[in-house]
């Protein structure tokens, strides 16, 4: 073999490699990266939001379909014991999961192909896995394999729409429903009680990360609350039934919350895992609250309210001055706690839709998105 074809032999690997690492630079919006990617559904930085890559591909190799592009993601989550271990609940697909993202995603063939309303993962065992769909809530004991239900409500028009597993106590498992039920389990979903019952539907449910008899309560209508909840119960001891479903302080924050003009939509709540800082987001505005709800500040964002339209919202876990939000064309970023701003372009022409941090490096960000109409 003369020179010449050894030369291109060590210099194809080289190019291989290139193209399959490739990565998407919004500040390129013209490139032929950016372009193939540009109804990818799900998109990695791993230089927090700097530059994009579509993480679309299917794990398995028999599947019908090749990847997810044209899927639209409704939410995101991380197992907490695995940051690696990834929750895509879709908008009419159905729930998809990962355990490392380089290799695919794996559909949760088990479950009904419908709306994904929300999906949790035990903190404290990776193979216990709820998800929330209709008027139902799902439970999987084996790593996605198979999937049981555990909870029905009787009337197929009312949604579970939101999960939270108390981290201190993950028997404890809390759901919310759009007729406006907060219910509690004590036995890892085997049985419930309502502990709460509001006019307008639940959209999310968290947990404090700080103290798990904290939970925070977002509805429907931009409304906040907040109550203690006992995390300490007993499910084997009858003479603690009360004790076990017990509500304490519960605390209503629309008064402060008046005002400001909160927008239509609620968008999310982030309570930060590193100094206790709640964040709510609407379409119009984000709000930081030192202590719980009780006081508030409206970050300055660089456009008007009226102009400002968010999708989704991230809050660095290890430090809650670096923060994210997205909208229909753009990723946002500040530093120094909402003081400046800095924009890019979204690496695609869909819709953002979710934002998702890795909690052990949180360089790196998972960007969801839908079709815009």
């Not at 030369?7 to 990266?33: H, I, K, Y």
């Not at 794990?59 to 090749?66: T, V």
């Not at 430090?319 to 701003?341: E, L, P």
């Amino acid at each position: 073999m003369n020179m010449s074809k050894i030369r291109l032999w060590l210099f194809l690997p080289l190019v291989v490699l290139l193209v399959s690492a490739c990565s998407v630079s919004t500040n390129s919006s013209g490139s032929s990266q950016q372009s193939a990617a540009a109804d990818s559904s799900v998109f990695v930085s791993t230089d927090s939001g700097g530059s994009w890559r579509p993480m679309v591909d299917i794990a398995a190799a028999d599947s019908r379909d090749k990847n997810i592009s044209d899927l639209n993601v409704n939410l995101m989550t991380m197992d907490p014991q695995d940051s690696a271990a990834i929750y895509l609940a879709s908008l009419d697909r159905g729930l998809y999961y990962t355990y490392n993202i380089t290799t695919g995603w794996i559909k949760a063939d088990s479950l009904p192909g419908v709306t994904i309303n929300d999906v949790k993962v035990d903190p404290k065992n990776k193979c216990l896995i709820y998800v929330a769909l209709s008027n139902r809530l799902y439970r999987s004991n084996d790593c996605n394999r198979t999937w049981n239900q555990v909870y029905f409500d009787n009337n197929p028009g009312v949604g579970v729409t939101a999960i939270a597993i108390d981290h201190y106590n993950p028997r404890n498992i809390y759901i919310g429903t759009s007729r406006g039920e907060i219910i509690k389990s004590i036995d890892s979903g085997e049985t419930w009680r309502t502990i709460q019952r509001l006019e307008e539907g639940i959209n999310r449910l968290i947990i404090s990360p700080l103290d798990s008899r904290l939970v925070f309560v977002a509805t429907a209508k931009n409304r906040i609350f907040s109550f203690i909840s006992n995390t300490n119960t007993n499910s084997a001891n009858s003479a603690d039934l009360e004790k076990n479903f017990l509500v304490e302080d519960w605390i209503d924050l629309n008064d402060v919350l008046q005002d400001y003009n909160l927008g239509s939509n609620f968008k999310d709540i982030v309570v930060s895992a590193k100094d206790g800082y709640l964040f709510l987001a609407t379409n119009t505005l984000i709000l930081r609250s030192p202590d719980n709800g009780i006081t508030w500040e409206n970050l300055k964002l660089i456009q008007p309210d009226q102009e400002t339209i968010i999708n989704a919202i991230a809050v660095d876990p290890q430090n809650s001055s670096n923060i994210y939000y997205v909208t229909n064309t753009t990723f946002f970023r500040s530093v120094d706690g909402g003081a400046t701003w800095s924009t890019k372009s979204l690496p695609t022409k869909r819709a953002g839709r979710e934002l998702l941090i890795d909690y052990q490096n949180p360089s790196v960000i998972y960007l969801g998105t839908i079709k815009t109409k």
